[in-house]
T-cell receptor, first 117, second 113 residues
Framework: DAGVIQSPRHEVTEMGQEVTLRCKPI?????LFWYRQTMMRGLELLIY????????DSGMPEDRFSAKMPNASFSTLKIQPSEPRDSAVYFC???????????????FGQGTRLTVV | DAKTTQPNSMESNEEEPVHLPCNHS???????IHWYRQLPSQGPEYVIH???SNVNNRMASLAIAEDRKSSTLILHRATLRDAAVYYC??????????????FGKGTKLSVKP
């Protein structure tokens, strides 16, 4: 398996524009996580899906951020409108979904480095 | 949410053992202790996890205190490639965020040649 695939790897956009980040989880994994990482705030969990359903979205900063998981093999994180303070590295991770969720390991993508100018 | 406490940074010499501590005094009976690490410019990667007993794998060992309020990640022979931020995380079964994976600030490990 190619692992968790994120695209694009780098994105530079102007303030006010819409940005869509994409993630393809590992086949067979039904749990998916979106994180944002900055020097100031570290690695923050934005949203966590299980079987395509958002379980915890308490980390989504504000209404400008939205995430979807239309099927088990694809997820998007959208920022509209984007602002300079959204500049960060965004990671997607997936893990197997079983009864024993707490025993499983998560696999991370390489991240998308977003710069909003 | 159960929380963990780790030192901000640690230093080690190459080829020496490294013991990375983690305190989790509010751990619940069903929380698993997970360790991840993040190499520079990469996404986090899984290292090891355990519940009560000590665990070993090809990357590291995990020593868990008898009362489970603390644990130690052991790298038996540090290499330059082990320089990374190491995160200790509790992952639980119950509660509103079942199965969630929340990272703290971690310990930045530096390895000197």
């Amino acid at each position: 398996d190619a692992g968790v695939i994120q695209s694009p790897r780098h994105e530079v956009t102007e303030m006010g524009q819409e940005v869509t980040l994409r993630c393809k989880p590992i086949s067979g994994h039904n749990s998916l996580f979106w994180y944002r990482q900055t020097m100031m705030r570290g690695l923050e969990l934005l949203i966590y899906f299980n079987n395509n359903v958002p379980i915890d979205d308490s980390g989504m900063p504000e209404d400008r951020f939205s995430a979807k998981m239309p099927n088990a093999s694809f997820s998007t994180l959208k920022i509209q409108p984007s602002e300079p303070r959204d500049s960060a590295v965004y990671f997607c991770a997936s893990s197997p979904s079983t009864m024993w969720q707490e025993r499983t390991e998560a696999f991370f993508g390489q991240g998308t480095r977003l710069t909003v100018v | 949410d159960a929380k963990t406490t780790q030192p901000n940074s640690m230093e080690s010499n190459e080829e020496e053992p490294v013991h990375l501590p983690c305190n989790h005094s509010t751990i619940s009976g069903t929380d698993y202790i997970h360790w991840y690490r993040q190499l520079p410019s990469q996404g986090p990667e899984y290292v090891i996890h355990g519940l009560t007993s000590n665990v070993n794998n090809r990357m590291a060992s995990l020593a868990i205190a008898e009362d489970r309020k603390s644990s130690t990640l052991i790298l038996h022979r540090a290499t330059l490639r082990d320089a990374a931020v190491y995160y200790c995380i509790l992952r639980g079964r119950y509660g509103g965020s079942q199965g969630n994976l929340i990272f703290g600030k971690g310990t930045k490990l530096s390895v000197k040649p």
